[in-house]
């Protein structure tokens, strides 16, 4: 059986025995609150929990390393609608000690891109047409540079009303304890 073919019969049984009803909610979240962290495995559950959070209570967006890497991405517009179409008040940028994105070489991932097949070719002709993959494909020096640029590249974005704060945080994805980088709150009258 295939990967596809175990999630659909488990699908199935969930539908099933309901295990859906638990879930129940609507599309606006509860807290107010939109939350950009990492894609990693460590924080699928964890990072829930230890925020004390339930289905409904926050609108989450996950990409590699909780990065906003352009100001009209499709990061910063996910932020954006979050809070004009489904009413978040506050954002939240949570990065993870660990994270894979640290260090992260654009190098070491088209090596790998070469090993599995991808043609050098492809890279050239993508840098040639003015695709920059050194800066797309890059990570940052520490969890806490890239989750304080995240949080700047949220703040000072034109369309972000000024009565939103913007928070940033570190997770320890062995324990759940967050550190404070950013109180998004501070300067607010």
């Given at each position: 059986?295939?990967?596809?073919?175990q999630?659909?019969a488990?699908?199935?049984?969930?539908?099933?025995?309901k295990?859906?009803?638990?879930f129940?909610?609507?599309?606006f979240p509860?807290?107010?609150?939109?939350?950009?962290?990492?894609?990693?495995?460590?924080?699928?559950?964890?990072?829930?929990?230890?925020m004390?959070?339930?289905n409904?209570?926050i609108?989450?967006?996950?990409?590699?390393?909780?990065?906003?890497?352009?100001p009209?991405?499709?990061?910063?517009?996910?932020?954006?609608?979050?809070?004009?179409?489904?009413?978040?008040?506050?954002?939240?940028?949570?990065?993870?000690?660990?994270?894979?994105?640290?260090?992260?070489?654009?190098?070491?991932?088209?090596?790998?891109?070469?090993?599995?097949?991808?043609?050098?070719?492809?890279?050239?002709?993508?840098?040639?047409?003015?695709?920059?993959?050194?800066?797309?494909?890059?990570?940052?020096?520490?969890?806490?540079?890239?989750?304080?640029?995240?949080?700047?590249?949220v703040?000072?974005h034109?369309?972000?009303?000024?009565?939103?704060?913007?928070?940033?945080?570190?997770?320890?994805?062995?324990?759940?304890?967050?550190?404070?980088?950013?109180?998004?709150?501070?300067?607010?009258?």
């Amino acid at each position: 059986m295939t990967l596809l073919s175990q999630i659909l019969a488990d699908n199935a049984q969930f539908v099933d025995r309901k295990g859906y009803e638990e879930f129940a909610t609507d599309g606006f979240p509860n807290k107010k609150l939109v939350v950009l962290t990492c894609m990693d495995t460590r924080l699928v559950e964890l990072l829930p929990r230890a925020m004390n959070l339930k289905n409904g209570d926050i609108k989450l967006i996950k990409n590699a390393g909780a990065i906003v890497s352009h100001p009209f991405g499709s990061v910063m517009r996910s932020i954006l609608v979050a809070i004009y179409q489904l009413g978040a008040e506050e954002v939240a940028v949570i990065g993870h000690h660990g994270c894979g994105m640290a260090g992260l070489s654009c190098e070491s991932v088209l090596e790998k891109a070469y090993s599995r097949g991808v043609p050098r070719s492809v890279v050239a002709m993508l840098e040639n047409s003015g695709i920059s993959l050194t800066q797309w494909l890059r990570g940052f020096d520490t969890v806490e540079d890239g989750v304080k640029s995240s949080v700047a590249m949220v703040q000072n974005h034109p369309l972000l009303p000024n009565d939103v704060s913007v928070h940033g945080l570190v997770m320890h994805p062995d324990t759940g304890k967050l550190e404070l980088l950013i109180d998004g709150y501070a300067g607010k009258a």
